[in-house]
């Protein structure tokens, strides 16, 4: 039940040992707390109360739900045992004051708040974090490992995520046990924040997944590259091939050029690079000994494909569906002896390297006039393409 018309609790004395206080949705604009055993405190939807104060610290508190309120900021100093701190929709809210280390602190909400700094090496057990339409966010001071608790993690809506979704899943045997990403990203005229600034601007869809336990650090990694649309291509890079043990990478939009340092990523098993300006692969990609599956479909403007590919002992998988530029494949591309499907429906491809001929079982998929043009007649026909195997 709400006390709706309560507008002022006076605590003239000390309540040692008043537990639990629900105020929910009363006009109540402040509190000043007497009451040093207090374990739970309620201001939800308290549409009026701006501060909270306290002589004393409430070491015992461990829920703080202040949703709703009109509170600008807040100082943990005085709750550094708290569990839970809701502050969703406290459309007023600026800064999160930690002086000292929350060990306990495992939830946070901070979803709708005006935050734009957000300091997260002082919550090293923290296991929800929603900052979902926190638009006004920039920066996160997160150092690797201090998230490795992390199972929930809510950025929607905020500059540079549109969507960021993170599972973490202890299913061995299940579809997440290995790290994969998946990154999609589109290119905006302007970051509303700062609009005058000259930096190439991009907003993303990202999905993070990995199996527990984890301590790769990669969320932080991911976040470290700023948070608004203002993207420095160079620290993009950074944060990617930096990424440990991950196995799976999606790449999908408008970013102009593939990261430099792609071979770091030495856990790498499938790639698929979908980014329709990128022109050429970096010669080092035949680095990645582990990947068996490479995904250009759709690079339309990919010009060719690099001598060094034919190095990669490992790869199985290779699409290359509408790259339309790309007229011919290297000479050596025989050499590749795992390789078991190829797909060039679409791409500028009319000739074969005689070598390929070689590789025996290989299946090479293309529209039947693409494979007419390469001196196939054995052609098969499906639904949706036609393919040959050597």
Request: aromatic share 8%; hydrophobic share 35%; proline share 5%.
């Amino acid at each position: 039940m709400m006390c709706n018309d309560f507008v002022e609790l006076h605590m003239p004395v000390e309540c040692s040992k008043l537990e639990f206080l629900n105020l929910k949705g009363s006009k109540v604009s402040d509190l000043n707390l007497l009451a040093p055993n207090l374990e739970k405190l309620n201001l939800e939807q308290c549409n009026e109360f701006v501060e909270l104060h306290s002589h004393v610290e409430c070491l015992n508190i461990k829920s703080l739900n202040l949703s709703g309120s009109k509170v600008r900021n807040l100082n943990l100093g005085i709750t550094p045992n708290l569990e839970s701190l809701n502050l969703k929709g406290c459309y007023d809210f600026v800064e999160l004051h930690m002086p000292v280390e929350c060990p306990e602190l495992q939830f946070l909400c901070l979803g709708g708040s005006k935050v734009s700094n957000l300091n997260l090496e002082m919550t090293p057990h923290l296991k929800e974090l929603d900052l979902e339409g926190c638009y006004y966010l920039q920066e996160i001071h997160a150092p690797v490992g201090c998230l490795k608790n992390l199972v929930y993690f809510n950025f929607n809506g905020c500059s540079r995520f549109k969507n960021f979704y993170v599972n973490k899943s202890n299913d061995v045997h299940g579809p997440y046990n290995v790290a994969r990403l998946y990154l999609v990203a589109k290119s905006l005229d302007i970051c509303p924040l700062h609009p005058d600034s000259n930096l190439p601007k991009f907003q993303f869809n990202c999905t993070y997944r990995e199996p527990l336990p984890s301590s790769s650090g990669n969320i932080e990694k991911i976040i470290s590259f700023g948070l608004c649309a203002c993207t420095n291509l160079e620290s993009f890079s950074t944060s990617i091939c930096g990424l440990q043990h991950l196995r799976e990478l999606t790449l999908i939009g408008s970013i102009p050029e593939v990261p430099n340092d792609l071979y770091q990523l030495q856990s790498l098993e499938k790639l698929c690079l979908s980014m329709k300006t990128i022109k050429h692969l970096p010669d080092n990609i035949c680095m990645l000994k582990h990947l068996k599956s490479l995904d250009l479909s759709d690079c339309g403007s990919l010009q060719d494909i690099p001598d060094s590919i034919c190095k990669m002992e490992s790869l199985r998988d290779l699409n290359l569906q509408f790259c339309i530029q790309v007229e011919k494949l290297p000479k050596e591309f025989g050499d590749m002896k795992r390789l078991n499907r190829l797909d060039i429906e679409g791409a500028g491809i009319r000739h074969l390297p005689y070598n390929i001929f070689q590789l025996k079982g290989l299946w090479i998929i293309g529209s039947r006039g693409q494979l007419k043009s390469c001196g196939f007649t054995n052609i098969i026909s499906r639904s949706r393409d036609c393919y040959v195997q050597l």
